[in-house]
């Protein structure tokens, strides 16, 4: 979930393995342990979470996507089925939509 907003779902282990929106694979990324690299240089989602108080536009999540385009801005992307996931992203990790 992202701003109250499901981004991806499907089976917990494939969407750990296998993320296909970017703010699930920021968070699997950055949530795995490591004795190679320090807290301090563990991999984070960019940017600041959304106000919200204030009314979304289009994907919440956009503001802190590399991958944004301006269909992102514009308008809420479908919870669609990716593989085994279903993800509200225009531009999902596999590539595919």
Do not use: N
Not at 11 to 33: E, I, K, Q, T
């Amino acid at each position: 979930m992202y701003a109250g907003k499901v981004v991806e779902s499907g089976p917990a282990r494939s969407v750990f393995d296998s993320a296909r929106h970017p703010y699930s694979a920021g968070l699997s990324w950055s949530s795995r342990p490591s004795a190679r690299r320090s807290r301090a240089t563990d991999p984070e989602v960019p940017g600041d979470p959304p106000d919200l108080t204030e009314q979304i536009v289009g994907c919440a999540f956009a503001p802190r996507c590399a991958r944004a385009s301006a269909e992102c801005t514009a308008a809420e992307p479908p919870l669609d089925t990716v593989g085994p996931h279903e993800v509200a992203c225009f531009h999902p990790l596999d590539g595919t939509r």
